[in-house]
């Protein structure tokens, strides 16, 4: 499919810099079959039915934003997947002062070395010594915030508690899986009183989430892959609650992505535990989910090609309007949506 069906313009005043306070503040929009209302995230109880099920991912962001010297070269490191022990795959900042086997000093006494620069022109940056490398990033590294705020405004510390959902658990996440975001302890307990459970999965979302689409058809874009586990009993589980008549809802993009990797061809979803490049675009049958909470994505990105396959082009062009003329908030820290496709 062209690109260009999936391209919208955004007023960068839309683009949310700071989240909702309280979290479950932000606005929500439910597109529900043919309905569509304009919401809160706090009302999720009352949009939700007895049985359903949300499912959220428990990565954990690292401080993967690094900032060094090769000689008198100022290096830029995104991490954004882990290879090995001690070996992170990295996008590289001024990649043309660096060459195979450079070190590079991070200070803090972090140094790596350049390894195998792939065709994206990612290095793989080896660390030395003997910590930890996530002790290593504690030291030097710093909240890698997605670069449409970066941009706008340096990371501080209060983007240590913003950028982290209250699953965060399970370390090696370049990017917050920021539909959770919304979510609090109280927002929990009133979903419990409704007979609406939760379980978790984990998905290390990679810095790729945030390239642009560079080809023109969607059929010549290639996929960054990501790490991803779901356990046995999660699968399981997961499964009960469909048979009993229950919806399982990813929330987030990325905890669709795993279940949808993770299921098969009946809607069976089996234990998965690797790498997924899974690109979802209008075409694509959804087996393992039901729905769909998820905050308000790029144009010509491969989010809003994932959204536009679960509820179709024309209706969410046409939500996306509406939310940028009714004044929501895009992006990382911004509203969410509710997606409840209709199903014959």
């Known amino acids: 499919m062209k690109v260009d069906l999936f391209d919208f313009a955004l007023p960068p005043e839309r683009i949310a810099l700071r989240p ?15 309905d569509s209302r304009d919401l809160s995230v706090s009302a999720l109880p009352d949009l939700l039915r007895a049985g359903d099920l949300l499912v959220f991912n428990d990565t954990r962001v690292i401080p993967a934003q690094l900032e060094g010297r090769r000689g008198d070269s100022k290096i830029g490191a995104t991490l954004h997947k882990r290879e090995g022990p001690r070996r992170w795959r990295a996008f590289i900042r001024n990649a043309r002062r660096l060459k195979q086997d450079d070190a590079i000093d991070f200070g803090e006494g972090v140094i790596a070395r350049a390894r195998d620069r792939g065709d994206d022109g990612s290095f793989a940056l080896d660390f030395e010594g003997d910590e930890p490398v996530e002790l290593l990033l504690e030291r030097a590294g710093r ?8 941009a706008r405004r340096p990371a501080d510390a209060q983007d240590q508690d913003d950028y982290q959902t209250m699953f965060a658990a399970e370390k090696g996440a370049v990017a917050a899986p920021t539909a959770a975001l919304h979510f609090t302890p109280e927002l929990l307990e009133r979903l419990a009183a409704e007979g609406i459970e939760h379980a978790t999965l984990t998905l290390h979302v990679g810095a790729g989430t945030f390239l642009p689409v560079k080809a023109d058809d969607t059929t010549r874009h290639r996929m960054h892959a990501e790490w991803g586990r779901i356990d046995a009993a999660t699968a399981d589980r997961l ?15 990325t905890s669709l992505r795993l279940i949808e990797s993770a ?51 024309e209706r969410m062009q046409a939500a996306y309007a509406h939310a940028i003329e009714d004044g929501y ?16």
């Not at 909240?143 to 970066?150: D, E, G, K, V």
């Open 329 to 344: 908030r895009f992006y990382s820290y911004g509203d969410a949506s509710l997606l409840l496709p209709s199903r014959d």
């Open 263 to 313: 299921a098969d061809a009946t809607g069976q979803i089996r234990a998965f535990e690797g790498d997924t490049a899974i690109f979802i675009t209008p075409g694509y049958r959804f087996k393992g989910i039901d729905g769909l909470m998820t905050n308000f994505h790029l144009p010509r990105s491969t989010l809003f090609m994932l959204v536009s396959a679960l509820m179709g082009i």
């Open 20 to 34: 909702a306070v309280p979290r479950d503040a932000a606005r929500l929009l439910l597109l529900d079959g043919a």
């Open 143 to 150: 909240m890698p915030l997605p670069p449409y705020i970066a």
């Open 239 to 253: 499964n009960a609650v469909r048979a009993n008549g229950g919806r399982v809802i990813a929330v987030g993009t």
